[in-house]
């Protein structure tokens, strides 16, 4: 029993000694801990602050929306890595080897993550030839449904905003390979309409209409040249047409509000839009007596 309350003791004296040892070293070491972790919390306050003022400075500079997101992007992981990297020589790590491990890194990421290479690239693409920028109205011709506002464009990818409030991301390296439609790239958009009239009714009557309508709506631009026609002679209906030039921003209202005045108008003139119609003949045989 004697011996075994000896041994206890000695192991006890042991593990005392053990720590009295390296009780500065772990000291220390937990010291650096803590500074590291106030440096992190420190410096993420700092590289907020940074992107804050140069992005203030830039929009004051007025530079173009995208540029000013996709800058603080890329300064966003610019800095961090520094921050890293500061850190790490903090702990004694020599720079060559920070810098050889974040090369080391470096090349081992880009090589399993080409598609983000690929989407960075296009990126710079997208900021330096400008096919659309921060506010317009974009339609990708190979993604179906994919249409939007242009919401924010960074270092990888393309927000859209759909027109039921949904968040579209799309990747840069997409974005930049694709036919894009630039709905809101110019202030005026051509309007067309079509509308089907009876074979009956009269053509220079409903041209008549037509053209009283365009002449006198808030949103149709008489000085650019406003046309009315006759599209197509359809199989129920013949198809008359208008092309007039309006608003890029009132496009649609106008759209929804001629058609409207067209059918009012139609209906208080004895105009008819008949619906699809087909002539079927009965042709009787004569029966041998």
């Not at 198809?239 to 139609?266: C, H, Q």
């Amino acid at each position: 029993m004697e011996q075994e309350v000896q041994q206890a003791v000695n192991t006890l004296d042991n593990y005392r000694q053990y720590f009295t040892d390296y009780m500065p070293e772990l000291t220390k070491f937990g010291l650096k801990v803590v500074a590291a972790i106030l440096i992190f919390i420190g410096g993420r306050k700092v590289i907020q602050w940074i992107i804050y003022l140069i992005k203030a400075s830039m929009e004051k500079a007025s530079v173009d929306k995208g540029v000013v997101q996709f800058i603080g992007s890329l300064l966003r992981v610019c800095l961090y890595i520094l921050l890293v990297f500061t850190i790490a020589t903090h702990f004694g790590v020599k720079e060559s080897s920070v810098a050889a491990l974040l090369g080391t890194a470096g090349v081992t990421v880009g090589l399993a993550l080409q598609g983000g290479l690929a989407n960075i690239a296009g990126g710079v693409l997208l900021l330096t030839f400008k096919p659309f920028q921060v506010g317009d109205y974009i339609i990708i011709a190979q993604q179906n449904g994919c249409e939007g506002t242009v919401y924010k464009i960074e270092i990888c990818y393309t927000t859209l905003i759909s027109i039921d409030n949904k968040h579209i991301v799309i990747p840069n390296g997409t974005l930049s390979s694709s036919i894009i439609t630039n709905v809101t790239a110019r202030d005026l958009r051509k309007l067309e309409i079509k509308v089907g009239i009876s074979y009956d009714a009269d053509i220079h009557k409903a041209k008549e209409l037509l053209e009283d309508i365009l002449h006198n709506d808030e949103d149709t631009k008489d000085d650019k040249g406003m046309v009315v026609f006759v599209d197509e002679l359809g199989e129920s209906a013949v198809i008359m047409g208008l092309r007039v030039w309006v608003a890029t921003d009132k496009y649609w209202p106008a759209k929804w509000r001629l058609n409207e005045l067209i059918k009012e108008s139609f209906d208080a003139n004895g105009i008819e839009i008949p619906y699809n119609q087909l002539q079927i003949h009965v042709k009787k045989q004569k029966t041998e007596a």
